[in-house]
């Protein structure tokens, strides 16, 4: 995360594992955020949709030649697609949020510039960060969540690295009474499961580039991938090290941290790193907001447009240095991609 927070913020988020912004959205703003969403039903959940059209879906390639360490996933995403339709996956995503829905909604830059009026280009450094999305998560007292996990590379956001930044804001308060608090790795520069840091996603951008998925600004894209004649050897590669980073050791119930936070409140994490959401108590849902952003690295990759869905997604820049927040075009926009930094690659890298 060196770069993409302050020096200040790196400390607290190596140290805890987030960083508290200070920064709290006000209701009028909040209200935005609620009208948006409760303008969509519950079956507007679409995570479920992203899973089976993953690019390592069972259809891709045969379960028999997959490694050990990844048949395990196979053998569930298999087992998925010959049992049950779409409908019945997301029956089942169901039972986790009552709404899970990711896109590009209104509420986002109105959030985003909420929070640089407040002073949020203090707790960022110097390298631009692309806001790919929002999210809404609501749930009541008998939704079991998604439990202990981070989120992994997929197929549906596609233009990620290992520093992305998570703006965390629950829409109710988050205190032992109520329970629902997040609970995040503390400490994660202590743990293996990082030191690859963002070389793995190098090497799979130059195995891309070496089957020939590639633009013809020579960047390698979701749909470049999906369209090349090399779809299956892509994606067993891209199932290969996703292997790698699920056989590392994952965190203890001593390596995390547990945020209390109120309704409003501004929380930084990296939402590549392991957290965990407590049990909610409480007979009124649990509602959270988030907007997730990834540092502008220049991978040889390119962001996409829209979900795997069509829901739009990385429209705007989000600049620290400046304390703006601008419009972002991922066909004409590239060029402002800055280099990996070296010491953020593995030394063999």
């Known amino acids: 995360m060196k770069g993409v927070l302050s020096e200040k913020a790196l400390r607290e988020v190596n140290d805890k594992g987030f960083v508290r912004t200070g920064i709290r959205v006000p209701d009028s703003v909040l209200a935005r955020v609620h009208e948006t969403y409760d303008r969509m039903a519950p079956s507007d959940s679409n995570w479920s949709l992203f899973y089976v059209k993953r690019l390592t879906s069972s259809r891709e ?13 196979y053998d569930y995403v298999k087992a998925l697609a010959r049992k049950f339709p779409l409908r019945e996956v997301h029956r089942r995503a169901r039972r986790a949020y009552d709404k899970s829905i990711f896109g590009f909604s209104e509420a986002l830059p109105l959030v985003l510039r909420e929070c640089l009026s407040q002073g949020l280009a203090c707790h960022l450094g110097d390298i631009p960060l692309l806001v790919g999305h929002d999210i809404y998560l609501e749930h009541d007292r008998h939704k079991k969540t998604f439990g202990f996990h981070h989120d992994g590379f997929g197929w549906d956001i596609f233009y990620q690295s290992d520093d992305d930044l998570s703006f965390y804001i629950p829409l109710v308060d988050l205190t032992d009474s109520s329970g629902g608090r997040l609970l995040v790795e503390t400490r994660p520069s202590r743990s293996v499961l990082y030191e690859d840091r963002n070389d793995w996603i190098s090497r799979f951008a130059a195995y891309c580039r070496k089957y020939q998925a590639t633009d013809d600004r020579g960047l390698v894209t979701r749909q470049t991938v999906e369209d090349s004649p090399n779809r299956r050897t892509i994606a067993k590669e891209f199932e290969r090290l996703l292997g790698e980073r699920r ?22 994490f990296c ?12 007979d009124v849902p649990r509602a959270i907001y988030i907007v997730r952003c990834s540092p502008l690295y220049d991978f040889g990759m390119a962001p996409p447009a829209t979900f795997l869905n069509n829901a739009p997604c990385n429209r705007f820049l989000l600049d620290g240095c400046r304390g703006t927040l601008s419009p972002f075009n991922a066909e004409t926009d590239m060029a402002r991609a800055i280099p990996v930094p070296p010491e953020f690659l593995a030394a063999d890298g």
């Open 61 to 73: 390639f045969p379960l028999r030649k997959v490694h050990d360490r990844a048949r395990w996933a």
């Open 247 to 268: 056989a590392l050791p994952r965190p203890t119930a001593d390596d995390m941290s547990l945020i209390d936070a109120s309704r409003g409140e501004v929380v930084l």
């Open 271 to 282: 939402n590549k790193r392991f957290h965990d959401i407590e049990p909610w108590k409480l």
